[in-house]
């Protein structure tokens, strides 16, 4: 992106130019934006931003329309910068609007060829229509498949055993995590996955077969429904901080019906906190029951 004064010195008026390749030509344009595009995120700060590999980047086609109906329909037209683009002088480079594409709505900026193509619209309103199909027919990574990308991509073995975990049992990655007794952020993941050296949380974190033996115990106590929900692990993990692994699995498999009929009937404002009250209860009814043996 190059940034050229079309105005004059003493009343400049620098717009961003880019270098498109429309059919194998390469040309310079002006890339239009409205208020109506999609806000392009800021990776000032970014520190994931700073040390990705932008050779990395899979290739992408940016959409762009003629400005001549937004121009018709008095819609604004800014360049990348936010710079309002009226009045230029002959021979300045085409304007084209873009249609804003969840795949490189942040590329624009950055060094890399931009192969492009014009789609005719009939309107400013057809043309957001067809930003806004594409948009909802677009889909972000999860939670889920950031843990299955940090793992695949760091080689990070237990981030591995999270993600086919998560699969086995069907539960998403954030409940699926809990049983391995970790707890970690999507932009963690994120940058676990772009920057490979960045390290997990500290901590003893479990096996497969230790998750697993908590997930039946979860089931016994609470039903295969409730095992694969956030919070009962978030409660049952608060529970093992404090009275231990084995501990909290006696405890969970000496959960009765009348039990969970109880936790269904409560009107609990904080559930987790109710649940970590009932199995803390069973830890003290074993606790008692051990000693009066």
């Given at each position: ?7 004059t ?10 270098t ?31 040390a ?20 018709k ?16 002088p002959?021979?300045?480079p ?30 400013v ?19 889920d498949?950031?843990i299955?990308?940090a ?50 949380p ?10 697993e ?47 969970k ?5 409560s009107?609990?404002e ?12 069973q830890v ?10």
């Amino acid at each position: 992106m190059n940034i050229i004064n079309f105005g004059t010195e003493t009343a400049p008026k620098w717009l961003a130019v880019a270098t498109v390749s429309i059919k194998g030509e390469e040309q310079d344009i002006i890339p239009a934006f409205t208020d109506y595009s999609i806000k392009q995120k800021d990776f000032s700060k970014d520190k994931v931003y700073t040390a990705m590999d932008k050779s990395k980047i899979l290739p992408t086609i940016f959409c762009l329309t003629d400005a001549e109906v937004f121009i018709k329909e008095n819609v604004k037209l800014f360049d990348y910068n936010g710079q309002e683009i009226d009045g230029l002088p002959e021979g300045a480079p085409r304007i084209l609007v873009c249609l804003d594409k969840p795949d490189n709505i942040n590329l624009w900026s950055l060094d890399i060829p931009i192969k492009a193509e014009i789609v005719e619209c009939d309107s400013v309103a057809d043309a957001y229509q067809r930003v806004a199909t594409t948009a909802y027919l677009s889909q972000c990574p999860s939670k889920d498949d950031w843990i299955g990308l940090a793992g695949i991509v760091s080689k990070d073995e237990l981030l591995l055993q999270i993600k086919k975990f998560s699969n086995s049992f069907g539960m998403n990655g954030t409940a699926a995590q809990g049983y391995f007794g970790l707890d970690t952020t999507t932009s963690l993941m994120q940058s676990k996955a772009i920057v490979t050296s960045t390290l997990l949380p500290k901590g003893e974190h479990r096996t497969y077969s230790q998750a697993e033996i908590l997930m039946k115990a979860t089931v016994q106590a609470f039903g295969a429904k409730a095992a694969k929900q956030t919070r009962y692990i978030k409660a049952i993990n608060y529970c093992i901080s404090q009275y231990g692994f084995d501990r909290i699995c006696e405890a969970l498999n000496n959960i009765e019906a009348d039990e969970k009929l109880k936790l269904d009937a409560s009107k609990c404002e904080d559930k987790v906190q109710c649940l970590q009250g009932i199995i803390i209860e069973q830890v003290h009814i074993l606790h008692k029951n051990s000693n009066n043996n």
